[in-house]
């Protein structure tokens, strides 16, 4: 692991590292925030997916979560979005949405996809094992977080690993891939055609069996360009219903998909995760 940069805020420090992923294959990126407490014992983290297009830099540089991590007392861990490197293999139109940047938080099972993208378990065992030895960070307090392709990610990533969580959050998550454009271009590229293997990764069908109801929180703007064709919120507001998970979904009147309406609410996610971290 390499230290590429590290700056001092609020009382903590923002870090970035780059190391030699084994699950993806291919050196990568990731930031780490430690709040001021870090210097005095361990603390707890939360991990942050971001969306497409997104690198580690996007979360640590327009969310401003620093200053209420610093208060709160918890890490936030952002990896960055795909595999990265020359010979990672991208969409043939260098499209913005599957490929380099767009990884899904899945593991893909097509070639030439599954030689790096295994977003899944990188995010799932890898990272955490690296974060967990190599920082003052509690093991068994950990909870996750995303934006879009990110809200996604860590709406599945949470839903089937509930005993690694404490609660998840999301703002303008997809939260149905297996019905919109973005999703079906990406599980179909990365999973292949049986659809089966889809449901896997679709937090609508997640929600229908989820053996553990984790505390969640969703947060969507309703001038989001993308709502209606590819986020589809009411979709996990009725999977919800159906199964009897009380989920909190607000509607937030006026905000877009963009990185202010995220800077809005962030308050209010770290609020959240730092009930159910230091319960
Ligand atoms: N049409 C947009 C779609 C990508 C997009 O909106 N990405 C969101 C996540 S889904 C984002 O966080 N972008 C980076 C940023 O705002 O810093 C583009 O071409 O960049």
Same mark, same amino acid.
């Given at each position: 692991m390499e230290l590429v940069a590290s700056n001092k805020c609020f009382g903590g420090e923002q870090k970035q590292y780059s190391h030699t992923s084994s699950s993806l294959n291919c050196d990568m990126r990731f930031s780490i925030f430690l709040p001021p407490q870090a210097e005095e014992g361990k603390v707890p983290v939360l991990y942050w997916l971001s969306g497409l297009t997104c690198t580690d830099e996007n979360f640590v540089q327009k969310a401003g979560a620093q200053r209420y991590a610093a208060e709160a007392g918890i890490a936030i861990v952002c990896p960055d979005t795909s595999p990265r490197g020359e010979d990672v293999a991208d969409d043939a139109e260098g499209?913005? @949405? /599957?490929g380099l940047g767009a990884g899904f938080y899945v593991n893909a099972t097509q070639a030439p996809w599954n030689k790096h993208y295994h977003m899944y378990d990188y995010i799932t065992q890898e990272l955490p094992a690296l974060i967990n030895a190599e /920082? *003052? &960070? @509690? &093991?068994e307090r950990q909870s996750i977080s995303g934006h879009s392709m990110g809200g996604h990610g860590a709406l599945t990533i949470a839903l089937k690993n509930p005993q690694q969580y404490k609660s998840v959050s999301a703002f303008a *998550?997809? &939260?149905?891939p297996i019905n919109c454009p973005w999703g079906q271009k990406a599980l179909g590229g990365y999973l292949g055609n049986n659809e089966n293997a889809w449901f896997e990764y679709d937090t609508c069908e997640l929600v229908k069996n989820a053996p553990v109801k984790l505390p969640m929180l969703v947060d969507q703007g309703d001038a989001d360009q993308f709502l209606e064709e590819q986020l589809q919120t009411q979709r996990l507001v009725d999977a919800c219903d159906q199964a009897g998970y009380s989920a909190e979904i607000n509607m937030r009147e006026g905000y877009d998909h963009s990185y202010f309406f995220i800077a809005s609410y962030i308050e209010s996610h770290i609020e959240f995760h730092r009930k159910f971290l230091f319960s």
């Open positions: 499209a913005y @949405d /599957f /920082f *003052p &960070v @509690d &093991v *998550p997809i &939260v149905s």
